[in-house]
């Protein structure tokens, strides 16, 4: 199965900070791969999917990148309702694997 | 609206058997691929499987962790997919959504969006 590896597992920021989350595969996954959100006690959000697309109704200060390998997700000016969980999730093949997750708390 | 929500959840003994049901609405279920994902307390997400529309056969796929022991199936007439669960582990306790995957076609490549998830039905096999 394909390893996805995040980092850094946590990280504190404040309100207006630019965050960067991290999202490495095993093996080359294409660009198949999608962030998701979670708040404790909530299922998980949409966020971006194929590395680099909106999810509708996602606000645009999240942003996707990467390829292959190595892939980002930029929070662009961090806010109060941010502060939660984030997963990347490789759908390049079966089976599809979740990253550990990357809490983002407030400093 | 679109909603899916998971029944079925509770206690159980390891080695036994548990059937969750995803019931849908607003959207005709045999159209979608439905995926499972578990979280077991505390800890991260974990995909265990998948079943496919009716224009592909509703085939499905699963997670080595619980390949021949849990099946996915579905009931049209009731818009609802089930997972049934046997030979349960410790391990499989966890919270259990089903989610939606309306995929997105690109460059002759499909990709995997979750749009819409259920709120999830806890299961916990203990003695």
Same mark, same amino acid.
């Given at each position: ?6 980092? &850094? $597992?946590?990280? @504190?920021? !404040? ?10 595969? *095993? ?31 996602? &606000? $645009?200060?999240? @942003?996707? !990148? ?10 662009? *000016? ?30 | ?127």
């Amino acid at each position: 199965a394909i390893q996805m590896t995040q980092s &850094p $597992s946590s990280l @504190s920021a !404040s309100v207006g900070d630019r965050v960067a989350i991290t999202c490495r595969a *095993s093996q080359d996954i294409r660009n198949d791969l999608g962030w998701y959100q979670q708040k404790p006690g909530k299922a998980p959000k949409l966020l971006i999917y194929a590395a680099s697309n909106l999810h509708s109704g996602v &606000p $645009s200060r999240f @942003s996707g !990148s990467g390829s292959g390998t190595d892939f980002t997700l930029t929070i662009g *000016s961090l806010q109060p309702e941010d502060f939660a969980t984030y997963y990347c999730l490789q759908d390049y093949t079966y089976p599809y694997t979740f990253g550990q997750g990357t809490k983002v708390e407030i400093k | 609206e679109v909603q899916l929500v998971e029944s079925g959840g509770g206690l159980v003994q390891p080695g036994g058997s548990l059937r969750l049901s995803c019931a849908a609405s607003g959207f005709t279920l045999s159209d979608y691929y439905i995926d499972w994902v578990r979280q077991a307390p505390g800890k991260g997400l974990e995909w265990i499987g998948r079943s496919r529309n009716k224009a592909n056969g509703f085939t499905t796929d699963y997670a080595a962790s619980v390949k021949g022991r849990f099946t996915i199936s579905r009931d049209d007439s009731e818009n609802t997919l089930y997972l049934q669960m046997n030979s349960l582990r410790t391990e499989d306790t966890a919270v259990y959504y089903c989610v939606r995957d309306i995929l997105y076609h690109s460059d002759g490549n499909w990709y995997c969006r979750f749009d819409y998830w259920g709120l999830g039905t806890l299961v916990t096999v203990s003695s």
